[in-house]
């Protein structure tokens, strides 16, 4: 096996550990992932960062279609590069690739539902493609095509930049995320990977404590095997902070429920 062969099947091993991961965890603001076997995850995206609740969905409505035209000036299919802003970056960047490379799982046999105010993802990685895709499964304004056309045409992969970019950076899954949730998420947060701390603290101390610590454990991962540069890790690390500290407390409270 060659050298080239060897780091890809070590980046695929290491991007399906962290889809294990993050697919274990709730509790984040604009986004909720679900694991559906080893390669697979889903992920419902909040259209907008109103009333986001992240055992649920968001209830209010879309942004208009005057505010999305507003702000949505760049063609679709112009990648571009990862210095630029989020909102600027993920929303236009985003378009339909060719076709080819299906899911495992077609869009006419998925049976999820993203619910009100959410666009559901397809992140999968698949050895026999050698790199990560993500694949929209409902529609979205930024997206004119989606939920449209023949199965063929929705189950073609997206055109990102962090997965176009794979095979020479070894784009991370968080890197993947944060592009998806640039895209959908109006406006786009300064920290897509922001941990909605009231739903931690309603959860009983057990719980809490066993929550918090596999969030920080991702949020730690995230900081040191990420990319530094991403305009999100200053926020990250400071989210990382309070969920600690809610980590910490929770171990507290267990211990003066047991004295």
């Known amino acids: 096996m060659s050298s080239t062969t060897e780091d890809t099947m070590k980046n695929l091993e290491e991007f399906l550990g962290d889809l294990t991961i993050l697919g274990s965890l709730q ?128 189950d073609s992969p997206l055109k990102l930049y962090s997965t176009a970019h794979w095979h020479s950076n070894a784009v991370p899954l968080w890197d993947v995320v944060a592009e998806l949730v640039g895209l959908c998420t109006w406006p786009p947060p300064h920290n897509p990977f922001s941990v909605d701390l009231q739903h931690l603290h309603s959860l009983p101390p057990t719980l809490r404590f066993l929550a918090s610590g596999a969030t920080a454990g991702f949020l730690q991962r995230l900081l040191v095997h990420g990319h530094r540069g991403q305009p999100y890790c200053t926020a990250v690390a400071l989210e990382l902070e309070a969920v600690n500290r809610l980590h910490i407390n929770a171990l507290l409270e267990m211990q003066r429920e047991r004295a």
């Open 27 to 154: 509790g984040f603001r604009y986004f909720q992932p679900w694991l559906r076997g080893r390669e697979e995850l889903l992920l419902s995206v909040a259209n907008e960062d109103v009333g986001w609740q992240p055992a649920g969905f968001p209830r209010s409505p879309d942004i208009s279609p005057s505010d999305w035209d507003r702000h949505s000036d760049t063609p679709l299919n112009a990648l571009s590069p990862p210095e630029l802003p989020l909102s600027r970056r993920s929303r236009p960047a985003c378009g339909q690739s060719d076709g080819g490379l299906p899911p495992a799982s077609p869009c006419d046999r998925e049976l999820s539902n993203p619910g009100p105010g959410c666009t559901l993802f397809l992140v999968g990685c698949y050895a026999r493609y050698g790199q990560p895709y993500a694949w929209v499964r409902s529609a979205h304004r930024s997206l004119p095509w989606a939920g449209e056309g023949d199965g063929d045409t929705r």
